[in-house]
């Protein structure tokens, strides 16, 4: 049952970041172009993200488990830790440079053409290497 929750979320959200043009790399970069040629369209995506999200959070208060049986993860840290900064910068340059981030360029591999493949490796490689450079970072800043 979990497995077919899973595909059926994950399809929906496929479905929904190609409807909202989340893998058009042109919308995404055009939201970010607060300055220039704004397209403030997205931001109406991000908040009919927010508020389903909002109330799933709040439901989760009163339920001990998951539809699948499964429990809830933990909330979110909140603590800013050189972590969360250096992961912020990380993703905000690629999402500014490229106009894609991990959910959209799963969604567009199918149609996305070489770009999308290159930044899945790019991607992929900053995941592996991030970690080592944020340890040595923690390593050298004084405690």
């Not at 992961?87 to 999402?95: A, E, K």
Request: aromatic share 10%.
């Amino acid at each position: 049952m979990r497995l077919v929750i899973s595909f059926l979320a994950g399809g929906l959200f496929g479905a929904g970041l190609h409807l909202s043009g989340m893998t058009n790399t042109a919308k995404v970069q055009g939201w970010l172009d607060v300055f220039g040629d704004w397209d403030p369209t997205l931001a109406f995506v991000m908040g009919g993200a927010m508020i389903p999200m909002g109330l799933a959070w709040l439901a989760t208060r009163y339920r001990k488990s998951a539809l699948s049986g499964t429990a809830f993860p933990p909330p979110p840290s909140t603590t800013i830790d050189m972590r969360l900064v250096l992961g912020s910068v990380f993703f905000g340059t690629g999402w500014g440079l490229v106009g894609l981030c991990p959910g959209p360029v799963l969604a567009a591999l199918s149609y996305g053409g070489a770009g999308v493949w290159i930044f899945l490796a790019a991607m992929i490689a900053g995941m592996g290497v991030a970690p080592k450079i944020i340890d040595r970072m923690e390593r050298a800043m004084p405690a």
